[in-house]
């Protein structure tokens, strides 16, 4: 058994697309009709098999879920980085609004950043 395939809800598909895309620097993977929404995933371009789905939060549940994680400042999902301050500062030329700094935090560097489609992230790198 292995993960192929984990979700985020968002609030706007075609906005996603561009984020994750266009700011966050993945690839859009696969993307076609699914009801009155899409079927749509991104991948890293460093390789390996697992896909994102940029899910609608369509679903009152999904929203309330999603809208509670943003107003706790729970991260919906965590990506790994290399060099934890190039990729803040390369973000930052984005203009992506981050509500955690770069912190150490045991053995590992963290930053959470906003979206804008509704989800705090946090982006890290392991140290040593």
């Not at 598909?13 to 966050?24: C, E, I, K, P």
């Not at 995933?41 to 994102?52: H, N």
């Not at 290399?82 to 984005?94: G, I, P, S």
């Not at 203009?95 to 930053?111: I, S």
Request: hydrophobic share 40%; charged share 20%.
């Amino acid at each position: 058994m292995r993960i192929n395939l984990t979700s985020i809800f968002v609030d706007d598909q075609a906005r996603a697309l561009d984020f994750y895309t266009g700011v966050l620097g993945f690839m859009k993977s696969r993307d076609f009709p699914a009801g009155e929404y899409r079927w749509l995933t991104v991948r890293s371009p460093e390789g390996g098999d697992t896909e994102l789905s940029l899910e609608p939060n369509a679903n009152p549940a999904a929203r309330t879920y999603q809208q509670a994680l943003m107003s706790q400042g729970i991260p919906a999902t965590a990506f790994q980085c290399d060099d934890l301050d190039a990729e803040v500062k390369r973000l930052r030329q984005h203009d992506v609004r981050f509500t955690m700094d770069p912190t150490t935090l045991g053995p590992v560097k963290v930053a959470i950043f906003a979206d804008t489609c509704g989800n705090l992230i946090q982006i890290y790198q392991p140290l040593g």
